[in-house]
């Protein structure tokens, strides 16, 4: 086996919480390097599928305005963006996951989430506002909402490129095809480098501290099917294949700490027909995200699911799971002309499914729906509509009354056609479960103890995320515990 020496930090993954951690290491002085699974091509694991959406809190305009200093004064007097304190970060996020957050790791997160984004920025990242998905139009101003309102210029893409240039301008190196397999350890139990397969055979790569960034388990059907229940091997992954759980078993046997939610993940409502991992064409676009303003059903006709309990950025991450559990595992998303002129992006691509009909029977034959009960279902919600305006920026409380499941926000009638029905599907973004840190990025081993030289961020980090989750947080908490990892592995070598 050939051994490769001389690096002070090896980071393993190239997605935004690696090269984050990469950004970092190299800030404080080290020699870094990046194994990357994927063929350069492949490069930026999910976080080349993403929108490049950031949740931080801010106090208000002139917070934003520092991030996106480009921002003209006509621009500025054309958008509300409200405030979003700390607090109601940190009361969200333990809010959808049911009080479950571990409390540490997610003051930490939205602690740094501000500072992380400048810092971002200074090494060349910039940011625009999400008119399009996160904005709706009231009294003639673009009202943001939802506590997601920046996004990275150019999306995922521009995003990962931006850290790839970054990090490789700063010195990182990096190693494509590189599949680490296993970390090395000495008699004290200390991570001292890692082993990897790469195009010249089996490598030992020797390193003062080790970063573990490589994606949860989402892209392997056999560890979804083991802990994420029945049916979960039957999913389409909406991003990368590479993400197998590869470093949570590394670290596992090496009695690292299993924490968090491993029988749940983030799955959201994706496209009937999208293929079984993510093309990177298309990105994010197979995700059907406008839910609230009509209602979904299944091929039976039936409501499932509450479409407006809450902003979509607090519900779509765990209706995935409703849909999975559906028959065939499929579910319609039915709109009336009165909304369709509000639909995201992504309704609007050729590679949809989609039915439009003058009339609801006609729009379940056009999508295989039963006929009989989808005419029933309608008439019946219809009839439960309660007055009140319509207001898509705000909890506008119009729900309805008598019928089960209820939508609480956003109800109105189905009555204006053409009616138009989009077929989607469970798309699973990634995993909760995974290692246990420290708020230091240290991952912790079953007895509570640091393992020293081993830090880990982003998606196979355990203990943010329980049963669901707040759009913007993955890239969030990825950027603020990979600057860290990479700062306190870079500090752990120098001590
Ligand atoms: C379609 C889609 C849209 C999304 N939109 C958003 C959004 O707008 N905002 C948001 O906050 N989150 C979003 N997410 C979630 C977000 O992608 C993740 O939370 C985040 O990107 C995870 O970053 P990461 O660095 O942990 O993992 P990744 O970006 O997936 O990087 C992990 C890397 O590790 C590599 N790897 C895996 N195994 C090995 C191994 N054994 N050896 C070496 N390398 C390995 C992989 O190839 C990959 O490049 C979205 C996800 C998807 C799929």
């Known amino acids: 086996m050939r051994t490769l020496t001389g690096y002070d930090v090896v980071v393993v993954g190239a997605g935004n919480a690696a090269l984050c951690a990469a950004l970092s290491a190299l800030e404080s002085g080290a020699r870094v390097l990046v194994l990357e699974k994927a063929p350069a091509y492949f490069r930026g694991g999910n976080s080349y599928f993403t929108a490049g959406g950031f949740r931080f809190p801010y106090d208000g305009l002139e917070d934003i305005r520092a991030v996106i200093p480009e921002m003209a004064d006509e621009e500025a007097a054309s958008i509300e963006v409200g405030s979003y304190p700390q607090r109601a970060m940190y009361e969200d996020i333990m809010r959808v996951t049911e009080g479950l957050s571990d409390p540490d790791l997610l003051q930490a997160v939205v602690s740094q989430a501000y500072p992380t984004i400048q810092w971002m920025r200074a090494k060349g990242l910039n940011w625009v506002l999400m008119y399009g998905r996160q904005a709706f139009e009231v009294e003639g ?28 301008e700063q010195g990182a190196e990096v ?24 195009p010249e055979g089996r490598t030992q790569i020797e390193a003062g501290a080790v970063v573990l960034a490589c994606g949860g388990f989402e892209a392997n059907p056999e560890m979804r099917a083991r802990y994420l229940g029945p049916d979960w091997e039957l999913a389409k992954v909406r991003g990368t294949r ?35 991992f993510g093309d990177r064409n298309i990105a994010d676009l197979f995700q059907k995200h406008s839910f609230p303003l009509g209602i979904v059903v299944n091929s039976h006709g039936r409501r499932f699911l509450d479409e407006g309990a809450d902003f979509r950025n607090y519900t779509y991450a765990k209706y995935g799971r409703e849909i999975l559990k559906q028959p065939h595992r499929a579910a319609f998303q039915i709109f009336d002309s009165k909304v369709t002129h509000l639909l995201r992006d992504e309704y609007h691509i050729s590679r949809v499914t989609k039915g439009t009909a003058d009339s609801i029977g006609g729009l379940a034959d056009a999508l295989e729906i039963d006929r009989e009960g989808l005419v029933r279902t309608v008439e019946e919600f219809n009839g439960s509509v309660e ?23 956003w109800a109105q009638k189905l009555d204006s056609p053409p009616f138009t029905g989009y077929g989607v599907t469970c798309g699973i973004t990634f995993t909760f479960g995974g290692l246990r840190i420290n708020a230091r990025a240290q991952v912790m081993d079953t007895g509570d103890n640091p393992i020293p030289g081993l830090y880990a961020a982003g998606e196979l980090v355990g203990g943010l995320f329980y049963y669901n989750y ?7 908490a990825g950027s603020v515990f990979g600057r860290i990892a990479g700062a306190e592995a870079a500090k752990e070598i120098r001590d």
Not at 387 to 409: A, E, R, V, Y
Request: proline fraction near 6%.
């Open 175 to 198: 190693l494509y095809d590189a599949k680490t397999n296993r970390l090395v350890t000495d008699n004290s139990g200390r991570v001292t480098g890692v082993v990897a397969q790469t």
């Open 141 to 168: 101003k673009h009202r943001f909402y939802g506590g997601l309102i920046t996004e990275a210029v150019g999306g995922g893409k521009g995003l990962v490129d931006g850290l790839f240039k970054a990090a490789e």
């Open 470 to 476: 707040a759009g913007g947080t993955g890239l969030m």
């Open 242 to 276: 590479y993400n197998t759980g590869d470093g949570i078993r590394m670290a596992l046997d090496i009695d690292a700490q299993p924490y968090g939610h491993w029988s749940s993940c983030h799955a959201v409502a994706w496209d009937l027909n999208a293929p079984p």
């Open 387 to 409: 007055d009140g305006p319509f207001d898509p920026s705000i909890l506008d409380g119009k729900g309805t009354q008598g019928i089960d499941p209820p939508k609480s926000n």
